[in-house]
């Protein structure tokens, strides 16, 4: 069984920086692609950011120049560093990892004060 579980979620100011971590079970790169996608009250869940096995990334537009996301093999561990954090950033943060299935961690909330 695949477990995510994803960490680092928070309360921080606007313009604050958090950096989530999301642990696999197995090793990261067994995964075609893993990243994160974020969940705001009343919407739907979209795609945050990916990297594929190959280690290429992929940003949704509302983040691109704020959030990075990286890879620790060895800790079988994908991070997510937010900078200039804005109130619209404020969701669910999902960890997702995709092979032949998809799964799914079980999120940790990121909350951002103006």
């Known amino acids: 069984q695949v477990q995510l579980v994803e960490s680092g979620g928070g309360l921080v100011q606007s313009g604050g920086s958090l950096r989530l971590s999301c642990a696999a079970s197995i090793s990261t790169l067994s995964f075609d692609r893993i990243g994160w996608y974020r969940q705001a009250p009343g919407k739907q869940r979209e795609l945050v950011a990916t990297i594929t096995s190959g280690g290429r990334t992929n940003y949704a537009d509302s983040v691109k120049g704020r959030f990075t996301i990286s890879r620790d093999n060895a800790k079988n561990t994908v991070y997510l560093q937010m900078n200039s954090l804005k109130p619209e950033d404020t969701a669910v943060y999902y960890c997702?990892?995709?092979?032949?299935?998809?799964?799914w961690g079980q999120g940790t909330q990121v909350t951002v004060s103006s």
């Open positions: 997702y990892a995709a092979s032949s299935l998809g799964y």
